[in-house]
């Protein structure tokens, strides 16, 4: 089983930037997928981006042109950068790892957002 460990989450003030890392315990490029979801307590966890072993990725609407989704082979880490932040994104964030049909979540990282 794969170990996923996020961290970078904190608080920071409307428009600023925070780097999320998930640094997987073998070789990511087993996962055709990887990627990032984010949930509010009390609502459904939701896609936030993904990349694939190929390099293509993908966003939610609500984050596109603010975050972007990159990966490192060698360290066998994501990244999610995120810039303009809101109030809105405040959430834990987790990262994912799909392997066929399995699906391989961290123990995810807050981030608050907030004047």
């Known amino acids: 089983q794969v170990q996923l460990v996020e961290s970078g989450g904190d608080s920071v003030q409307p428009g600023g930037s925070l780097r999320l890392s998930c640094a997987a315990s073998?070789?990511?490029?087993?996962?055709?997928?990887m990627g990032w979801y984010r949930q509010v307590l009390g609502k459904q966890r939701e896609f936030v981006a993904f990349?694939?072993?190929?390099?293509?990725?993908n966003y939610a609407n609500s984050v596109k042109g603010r975050f972007t989704i990159s990966r490192d082979n060698a360290k066998n880490t994501i990244y999610l950068q995120m810039d303009n932040l809101k109030p809105e994104d405040t959430a834990v964030y987790y990262c994912?790892?799909?392997?066929?049909?399995?699906?391989?979540w961290g123990q995810g990282t807050q981030v608050t957002v907030s004047s």
């Open positions: 990349i694939t072993v190929g390099g293509g990725t």
């Open positions: 994912q790892a799909l392997s066929g049909a399995k699906q391989n």
């Open positions: 073998e070789h990511i490029d087993n996962f055709y997928v």
